[in-house]
């Protein structure tokens, strides 16, 4: 569900033309739809028992003003930096909804995360938490810890971004999971008082979930039986999205109902990372036809945005939909789809079907809001892709474009 539809043959971010965005922003440029985000955020948030953290995975959209619209619809945040963890705080999200994820925090990382007293670590190593508990010590602050366990689950998605198999970078080895527990208890101002689990993205059916949940459920028994205090589980994120026509990924109603039941009973409080789900229906990426162009057997269109814009195709083999903004007439024909950067890995798509393709026709990439404009760069010295949100009837630029002298202004 979301807000990007036709109007008399126009496609609108829900009141607002994308074309009067291009006209008046520019392009290439994201545009989000508030009632969108907000919608996703309390149909998820809903499908779970009250008292359950739904934890924003910041990594996926970590635009200031699209975390301050999350948090007030009573989203916490799961960040993987400090950098993240600033954002959420400015945000206005609340300390106690905030855990921090990710494979290899630095010592000035944690520190911060501890002096703002955030619910909850993963840790995903014993180094990681040898080093937790020296600063913590130093603080003279309790670091509430969860332990990010591998359940050695397949999460039947892209191989780019699964992360739940036992040879994944990620996670502590299922084998290895009590003696780990065992170190955090020893290990001065450490509460080993969670679990977490989180086992790759855009997962579309509910199998690997509910194998995850039946891991995850077990172990919290047997670290109770072990003596360990474990309050809370974090079942990550994940949830996977539809990104083609006919994709049917489970509804995040189905995917809580088959997780709290088998969760149910255990008596911890749940904690959930969606990123995607919120965010990926949210956004579109606007581009404008530069030029067309003919080879020996292949019809190209190149477009103002580039893989530095949107790098999924590109890092994944990631499709968009691919929607013109202005609905024409006539027999669309396949081209593909490519930005100006000079790689041959800038390409959308093999096959756009365009209808009679011209130089400033504006085309929009669906489901571009999650892992979008937060992979942009600026290779090839283009400048960073702008942001805005649209809600009802208005919009606002969440993040300019920058100019040339800025983008240089480092390098003086
Ligand atoms: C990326 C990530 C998420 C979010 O994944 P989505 O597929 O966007 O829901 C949640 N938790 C962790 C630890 C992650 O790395």
């Known amino acids: 569900m979301h807000h990007f539809q036709y109007q008399n043959g126009a496609l609108h971010a829900e009141e607002v033309p994308l074309a009067r965005i291009a006209e008046e922003v520019g392009t ?153 527990y065992t170190l955090a208890r020893d290990l001065p101002g450490l509460k080993p008082d969670g679990l977490d689990f989180h086992i790759g993205s855009q997962i579309t059916s509910l199998g690997p ?47 809580a109902e088959a997780v709290t039941k088998i969760t149910a009973g255990l008596d911890v409080q749940l904690i959930f990372e969606p990123g995607r789900v919120i ?24 477009v103002d945005a580039a893989m530095n814009d949107l790098i999924r195709p590109a890092l994944y083999g990631a499709t968009h939909r691919l929607l013109p903004v202005a609905q024409k007439e006539g027999d669309p024909s396949a081209y593909a789809l490519v930005g100006p950067v000079c790689e041959s890995t800038d390409k959308f798509t093999d096959a756009a079907m365009l209808a009679d393709p011209q130089a400033g026709d504006l085309l929009a990439f669906g489901t571009a809001g999650a892992y979008g404009a937060v992979q942009a760069s600026q290779y090839n010295t283009r400048p960073l892709v702008p942001e805005v949100l649209v809600d009802g009837g208005s919009y606002k630029v969440i993040r300019r474009r920058p100019t040339l002298d800025e983008m240089l202004a480092l390098e003086e």
């Open 28 to 180: 290439p440029v994201y545009v989000y739809s508030a009632a969108t985000l907000r919608r996703h955020a309390s149909v998820f948030r809903e499908a779970f028992p009250a008292d359950t953290v739904t934890a924003f995975s910041v990594k996926a959209l970590s635009n200031l003003h699209v975390l301050k619209l999350l948090a007030s619809e009573g989203l916490g945040a799961d960040v993987v930096s400090v950098g993240e963890l600033e954002r959420a705080l400015r945000a206005g999200m609340k300390p106690d909804q905030i855990v921090f994820s990710g494979v290899g925090k630095r010592r000035e990382e944690l520190r911060a995360a501890l002096r703002a007293r955030i619910l909850q670590f993963n840790v995903e190593s014993e180094a990681e938490l040898r080093t937790l508990s020296e600063v913590a010590e130093e603080e003279g602050i309790e670091a509430s810890v969860a332990l990010r366990i591998n359940p050695d689950v397949d999460a039947l998605t892209l191989p780019g971004i699964s992360t739940g198999k036992k040879d994944d970078k990620f996670g502590i080895p299922w084998e290895r999971a009590l003696e780990t």
């Open 209 to 255: 979930f509910e194998r995850a949940a039946e891991r995850a459920a077990s172990l919290v028994r047997e670290l109770r039986g072990a003596g360990f205090d474990i309050r809370r589980l974090d079942l990550g994120g994940g949830l996977g999205i539809p990104y083609a026509d006919g994709d049917q990924p489970p509804l995040p109603s189905a995917y």
């Open 279 to 302: 965010a990926g229906n949210a956004g579109v990426l606007l581009t404008s036809v530069v030029l067309t162009k003919h080879q020996t057997t292949k019809n190209f269109v190149v």
